[in-house]
Nanobody, 127 residues
């Protein structure tokens, strides 16, 4: 069993920054890809970023590329999402998730490739 707990969300003005954290329980955290997703009101959940098990490979949605940075500290069982140059359209509930398997046919961008999810943290960007 894995538990994921996100923190760091809040209200920020456009152009500002936030750093989200996701703390994981369990001894197998370092074995798996971790991802961040988000869901805005009235919209489907969408992929934001993912990071390989050792942190050496990352992948981003086009909408956040160059503004967001995903990282992880396996010694602390924590994955982070640094969000800079925030825009009102980044407003959403942000979720971290653990990949179900060690491999993917879609670069881990599909939410059905993840089996454990956090409760989410609200990010609101005002214009």
């Amino acid at each position: 069993q894995v538990q994921l707990v996100e923190s760091g969300g809040g209200l920020v003005q456009a152009g500002g920054s936030l750093r989200l954290s996701c703390a994981a329980s369990g001894r197998t955290f370092s074995y798996y890809v971790m991802g961040w997703f988000r869901q805005a009101p009235g919209k489907e959940r969408e992929f934001v970023a993912r990071i390989s098990s050792n942190g050496g490979n990352t992948y981003y949605a086009d909408s956040v590329k160059g503004r967001f940075t995903i990282s992880r500290d396996n010694a602390k069982n924590t994955v982070y999402l640094q969000m800079n140059s925030l825009k009102p359209e980044d407003t959403a509930v942000y979720y971290c998730a653990k990949a179900r398997k060690f491999y993917s046919t879609s670069n881990f961008i599909s939410d059905d490739e993840y089996d454990y999810w956090g409760q989410g943290t609200q990010v609101t960007v005002s214009s």
